[in-house]
């Protein structure tokens, strides 16, 4: 690829930013996404709204932001050529666990904007619900509120000091990955609050907005390789450096407490309805990811885009994706089949390297968001549900463990324990043990009351049993399963 040096500064003094926003959560997808949104804010002369960085749990950031003075390369890779970008609106670093990140942040007038990526289980709360999971690691906060220890206590109470000060409420936005974050967040925090501090409770309830937000922006995890590129690439080691792709959006919610960034004004979607502008990613970009990732990963594969450099699993890609655009609604001024060709496109991009077993992280959460509705829609609509039945066939042997030959999966599941037992137990009755992965939280109802899909799943665990999901596709795309193998 080409070599674009990255300008040794941003673009303005780092130091004339004040900072307005507090981002709980700070990993590669906050640096690669809302940080590069905000950086552009201060491009164009914003200096309100510089960003203080709190991680609750680890990674601990402190010694690579102190080590460049918070600034850190963005290298975007596309078409044969790489451009860098030094990004500087992180202004500050604060880690939980060291004591550094203290509980009165918010009673700071200055800040008017929480962001959160603290992943799915980062919200302690039951699958499919918004409630609390008491028996998680909430259980800690809500028996000591005052030395919280997750994301979620330390939000309450940091929203609680700032009541007490006497200050207004603010907005506090899930930048996560999940349908309706906003809601979600709202739930989980409100559900901790009442059972802590009921009067807190109903402050939250009217003072300070929770929007929901659609965040779209493929961001690996950072390894040697990308920071040894990082540095080819600029000529500088950067502990805080990501490499990503050069396709980013956001959508968020116009519901605000407050002032707030003027993000319309950096390319962001500010919209009464996110609804189907997630759904349209969830179900056709995510749902091929985590397919791709629980059956490329069974079949031997890497990374997505070495996935999508065989063409027999490319081909699996398009026509999956193709068929959950079939019931997916159309944002406005948006095109369906134009999605899934720039989605191909992402996915197949060789410069960034997505690790399938990243993707297939906490699966659990994503498989019934992306891929468990949109099955029962086209399993009521009637077709073709072949690929359906041997991706959830294919993430059941996964968060069991064990690929066919027999080597261990490195799950990384909440429930991992809970699924190996479950697979252990029903190992020699394939439609029984179908069936209760099917009666599962993350799964529509529907799927588990159809006899023919559940037989259909079942038949597609036998055959993983002796064949790779690559091997399967071959056949299946040859000669795709029809509606009458359901029935």
């Not at 990004?87 to 666990?97: D, N, T, Y």
């Not at 968001?369 to 077709?383: H, N, P, S, V, Y």
Request: proline share 7%; charged share 20%; aromatic share 6%.
């Amino acid at each position: 690829m080409a070599r674009q040096r990255a300008n040794p500064d941003p673009g303005y003094d780092p130091d004339s930013l004040s900072t307005g926003v507090l981002h709980l959560g700070v990993g590669a997808f906050h640096r690669g996404h809302q940080a590069v949104f905000l950086d552009d804010l201060a491009r164009q002369g914003e200096t309100g709204w510089g960003i203080l960085g709190v991680n609750v749990t680890a990674p601990d950031w402190t010694a690579a932001h102190a080590a460049r003075d918070g600034l850190y390369t963005v290298l975007e890779g596309e078409g044969g050529a790489w451009r860098a970008r030094r990004v500087g609106v992180i202004r500050r670093f604060l880690f939980r666990e060291r004591g550094e990140a203290g509980l009165d942040l918010l009673t700071d007038p200055a800040f008017w904007l929480v962001t959160l990526t603290i992943t799915e289980k980062g919200y302690c709360h039951r699958p499919g619900t918004r409630t609390l999971d008491e028996a998680g690691p909430i259980a800690h906060d809500l028996a000591a509120p005052r030395d919280p220890r997750t994301a979620i206590g330390f939000l309450v109470e940091t929203l609680r000091r700032r009541r007490a000060a006497g200050l207004p409420g603010l907005t506090v936005a899930s930048c996560d990955n999940i349908p309706d974050n906003g809601r979600l967040l709202e739930g989980v925090v409100l559900d901790y609050a009442r059972r802590v501090d009921p009067a807190l409770a109903d402050w939250i309830e009217g003072a300070v907005a929770f929007p929901v937000s659609m965040v779209d922006r493929i961001v690996p995890a950072v390894d040697d390789a990308a920071r040894a590129l990082i540095a080819a690439e600029t000529g500088r080691d950067d502990p805080l450096g990501i490499v990503t792709e050069s396709f980013r959006q956001w959508v968020i919610e116009d519901r605000f407490a407050g002032p707030r960034p003027p993000l319309e004004t950096v390319g962001v979607t500010i919209t009464r309805d996110v609804t189907v502008f997630e759904h349209m990613k969830h179900r056709i970009l995510n749902g091929a990811q985590t397919a791709l990732a629980h059956l490329g990963h069974l079949s031997g594969f890497s990374t997505t885009a070495a996935c999508m450099a065989d063409p027999v699993m490319a081909t699996f890609a398009r026509r999956f994706m193709e068929r959950q655009a079939a019931v997916t609604t159309k944002p406005p001024g948006q095109s369906l089949a134009a999605y899934v060709e720039r989605s191909m496109a992402r996915l197949s991009n060789p410069a960034i390297r997505h690790p399938l077993t990243q993707i297939g992280t906490d699966s659990a959460f994503k498989i019934g968001q992306r891929i468990g509705g949109a099955t029962a829609d086209l399993l009521a609509r009637g077709g073709p549900m072949s690929l359906h039945a041997l991706t959830i066939a294919g993430w059941m042997q996964y968060v069991c463990g064990r690929t066919l030959d027999g080597t261990p999966i490195p799950v990384n599941e909440p429930g991992a324990d809970r699924f190996a037992a479950l697979g252990a137990l029903t190992a020699s009755t394939p439609l029984d043990r179908v069936a209760s992965f099917l009666a599962l939280d993350p799964f529509p109802p529907a799927l588990a009351a159809d006899d023919g899909f559940v037989g259909l799943v079942a038949d597609m665990a036998k055959r993983l049993a002796h064949h790779t999901p690559r091997t399967i596709l071959a056949d299946l795309l040859v000669t795709p399963g029809t509606r009458g193998a359901v029935a």
